[in-house]
């Protein structure tokens, strides 16, 4: 017995021992850890409270038995007044029920590690509450008590409270059912991070009315809720108690149940997708919300989720306008809605095909073929208006962005697939390599011929009246089109009959080349008459143009014409016929359009009657039949109709208006995209040649102005003139750079900064020095570098980024794993190994009989070959990278850095705030593409690698992020860190030089290398002094690479400031760096001069 | 005992290996005249280009037009003069040996040049297939130059210049080249790297002829020669060569080669469904890469039935 023990009152220890002597044993054993904190005052209070228990029935010897096991637990654990109180928390307890003291006191030693000790009367207080002196209640509170260590870590007092208050409402009507709710609860609640009361709302509600359905549907909830996704089961919750508002909310439990289950069917990572839309739906109706999330599952086995969404978006418009509609859509019993799933189900998006086609249109075209859906060529104002056609520019294919003309996924894979043939096809079989005195194949050349008699009557008085005027006023063409269409007086005209003539010839060749294709095209073609104009309907020059698109989509048919002019019919018929044999060029087309406008200018654009068509067969005539005009009638007829046009303005006529666009076709514009084109060569050569013409904006008005691709556009949209076209155009064409836009955007006027040292307080912050260039010495522990985790994204981006760059990455790992070591290496003509060499062995023995002297290296050994290579990549995020590398496509976007303090972090969170998928580059999208690829390459070989991306605001200030830490093994995680580089603040170098060099210091690899990317020189605010502002940091930034370089660390810097040269020859003296010229070849190059630092 | 043994293969000794036909060359553009003029003046020669072109096609046939002198090309002889054959030189065993060998990254100085054998108690020298190329003044054709070793460079710098002598170390000799010894070395440029390149002092000791895949028309014309295909067939396989090409650079190490797609012709005459025949022959055996097989899988059905 211990000395305390024998202080202890006798008295005490002699009642004790009348009761069982359980308790006396419970009681010793407690002593001896209690006595060693408690003195001896409170040890004789202790035992006696113990005994006052023990006394109080003839069972509560068993209670006192567990306070005396308890207090042994927790006496430690909390400060002796609040021991104190829960001791007397728990006499009171005894006092109304032994049973449930016994029960708190038994819970107490797990509750208490995570209650906070003011908290004891509270709880203790709740048993109090929910015991009402009846054996069941007492079942209840106990119960509670037994339940308490799981509630307490998941609830807070307060919930607890609400809880607590819930229960004791329950069990008025059923204490068994209070008993039920108590266990299911305690699952809800560890499945819940927050917003528990969330669910006890929904209960209290069904409490008052219907409250036997409470605990089924909190066992529902226990039972449903992990089936979701964490972060969506508040908002699963919320809905309910949505539905719970409802005026018809008849059965909640079974509407959890069901609602639920549909959502476990669901991908996890969807839920939050279907959940909101749901939530969409729930202020209009609530039986359409649960219709809705009750056919997700099957939807979603036929459509994925971002057709969910466009089916969902004709949903709601529906239910808008008439409830009972909309619930039927969502329960997919309306027609309309199972019409919609199954066009969206056979339709082809453009995102999911956009690779293959644009990789196929690159394999057909030869050259550099971008592919984007065509609302993007009508963004940028150019000419294009329509959003639905497809069309080329030159280099970039634009396609519809969804396809849903059939209801088979094969049809409209098949349509978009002619359709993108079809546009490549102008570039492979060459529409736009257009040249005006280039030979025709076929016909004899009148072009340059109608030229020169157009110049020739210029000379003549009122000349006008014979030549265009477009020819008079201006003469010079900046393309080879714009010289061919400037021949006509009736550019529209002209440019239909061309575009017709082009088309078909383009068709002609592709259906003889592509033979796979051609069962689809011609399914294509007939399908697309069905949707032309009725071609008797239209006046009579319209007509023949009409028929002309209807003989270039079906050969071999019977067509009406009108009968005065069935002769120019089949003339046109015999023109076209031409272009059946391969070989035909653009050239031949442009003479085509010569001869049928020579023709068709003559028709008036009467309205005709019924009785007035014949039918022609464009199969059967014969060319005998028709004498076709001779060449010198054609010119003839075409200055005549010029001469005609300026005369007189024919009022039966109407206004003759193109036709309608053949949907596969597409819009067709050669000029502009010659004018395009032009516009770029330019920009690439760099006005080496002097005889080129440079091309102003001016020129290209004039053109815009005259040109038939454009008028069209401008009767549509007025708002758009044509110098706003032209202004456009030249943007577009070109991509240079504007280095100017590149200097400094940091404030980098010098701050004084005061203070003193800095402290590192925070977790997982590091102090530096820095250095004073001008006092010759370091500013001590003057920076403090705030290590943190970069935020996750998407890790999708890091596929989609070598998606991009497919062909680099084979190319990269094709190096990279020539880099790799061979581990073992055989290596011969050894002294000494593993065996003898047996070619070693037979040529010594050789040696030694042909009586030369034998060598003793015969012996062979595997070598382990290893590569030790240690590498820090340090990222430049400061705002500065923000910088678009392409030419800005939204012209409004401001990304000029303000100057002001508080006016740059405005425009800061401005710029982070937006969409993280910008239609351009910049320089940090560039640095997020090369650190993809880095990791891809250093993969292979096996390098340690980190990769940090530094910034930062002012010296305590200094953000250092991990994207993968040097000792991290690379996983999913550091995909999703990457996605969200994004540019920040300011360059502050040499601190995160000095931060990644003590990283690299605790590498015990051979080679430790620091790689630095940034994109201009260092600055930050107080990064200076007085007078020098922009030495300072320089200096500072040389310190700490030339500090790397004391340790044994190989630095280099590579930067994409093209001013780089003059700081960095100061900031680099003896380490390497480089300066990139053009900032595109960042990722390439990167990898490039990692491979020469480590071999 | 008298069964008589038959020989079920026909074997030769490397230098007396003639072929007996003419192979099938297309030239593409002045490669053959290259070639001859360079042979007269001694110039070795390195062929550069991606695999399946015909290099090894052409020195073929560069040999055995070589070797039947008929009248001998002259310097500043017309085209005409080396394309006419005097059939009765045919069997005059003026014809020129051919000795081609592949090289590895095991092949060393002594696979070229020779080396001493173990026989019973004596040891015999046996020459290696340059030494007897050296010999018998034959072409010895190098494929894959850059995967041999770098001592074989030691043999290749003094045959390659004036000298034109080949050291045997170990005898303790040189060999001066016959009369017609002319080396070829070819060496594919897609495989360059940092590490495995020619080096300069060798590089410049040859003429350089650079092969790339025919064009279209020429192509189209190979391929039904060597598969035996009609003609618009054989157009087709050679727009898809032209199309898969240009994928290159865009995920695709390496283009379709002729000789692919001559295999596919192959596979159609012997009635293989063409896109199944493209399929196996062109599109899986180029790639890997699942985009890839997709895009070209649907050029394949664009250009055939």
New interface residues.
Partial sequence: MTQKHKEIDNTILSELLKHPTKLIEEFESALEIISTTKDLNELNVWANLGLSLANQTSRSWETAASYFYSSSQIANLIPHTYFVKWSHCGANLCKKSPQLATSYFQASPNVMTKLRSRHIETWANFGHTLYKETWKSGRLASKFFNSSPELVSSLSMMEMETFVNFLDAISLKSIDTAIDCLDHCKKVFTSLDKNKTAILSISSILLETNWKEVPSFLKISSEMLPEIHALQRPRFLDIISCFQESENSSNIPSTTLQLSKSLSLIDQSIQGQIIGLAEQLLTISTEATSEFVLTAPNNLQRIDIGQIERWHKEGLNILLKNIDAGVSFFRVESSHSQQVIESLSSSVEFEKVK??IE??C??????EIQIAPSEDLVDKNIGWISNESPSTEGSIVYLPSLIDRYSHKIDNFAWL?VVS?HQVGHLEFGSFGFKFERPSTIFSDLRCELENRYSESSMLKNSEKYVPATLISNPHSVTDMQRFFRLFDDKQLALDIFSVVEDYRIDSIIKK???????SYNTIQTDSISTRPKIKSLPAREALVEFLVLLSLKQNTVIPVPSKYSKVAKNMSLILRNFRTIGALVEDSAEATLRIYSMLSQVPNEDLSDDEWQDLDSNSESQEDIDQPKDEDVLRDIIKSQAKKQEENNADENQYESVQNVDYRGDFKPELVQLLSALRNENESEKNDQNQVEITQEMIEELLKESADVNNVENSRSTSSSSQFASNILKEASSRLDTDQLSGKVDNLHVEEKGGALDPSEHQSFVYDEWDFRAGDYKPRWCIIKHKNMEEGNPEYYSATL?DY??L???IR??FE?MAPETLRKVRKLVDGEDIDIDDA??A??DI??GSGPSEKLYWRRNKVQRDVAVIFLLDTSASTAEAIEETRNPDDKWEAPNDQTEYMAWLRARRGEGTRRSYKRIIDLEKEAVVLLINALETIGDVYGIYAFSGYGRENVEFYTIKDIEEAFSDTVKRRIDRVAPMHATRMGPAIRHATTKLESQDARTKILFLISDGRPQDRGYSREGVEKEYAVHDTKKALDEARDKDITAFCLTVDKNGHDYLKTMCEDIGYEVLDDINTLPRRMLYLY?RLT? | MNTTTQTLYQSYIVEEYFLSEEPFYLPIGDEVELFQAAYEQKIPILFKGPTGVGKTRFVEYMSYKLGKPLTKVKKHSSQKSSLSRNKSSKNSGQNLPLVTIACHEDLTASDLVG????QG???EWIDGPLTRAVKSGGICYLDEIVEARKDTTVLIHPLTDHRRILPIEKRGELIEAAEGFLLVMSYNPGYQ????DLKHSTRQRFIAIEFDPPPRDIESDIIRHESGVNKQTAD?LA?LG???R??K?????EGASTRLLIYAGKLMTQGISP?RACQVAVNWAITD?F??H???E????????
Avoid: P
């Fill in positions: 690779h293959l990789m196929y690159q394999a057909l075209a030869g050259s697939k043939t080349n592509y033979l796979g294709l051609k069962q998606h497919r062909a990455v084979g190319q094709r190096q020539l037979i040529e023995m050789i009989k042909t491979r071999t | 080396r001493y054998l173990l108690d004596s040891t790297t940092a590490l495995k087709q727009r032209e199309k898969v240009n994928l650079e865009h995920g695709l190490s896109r890469d985009s890839i997709r895009t070209v649907e050029v394949i059905s664009s250009i055939f039935e």
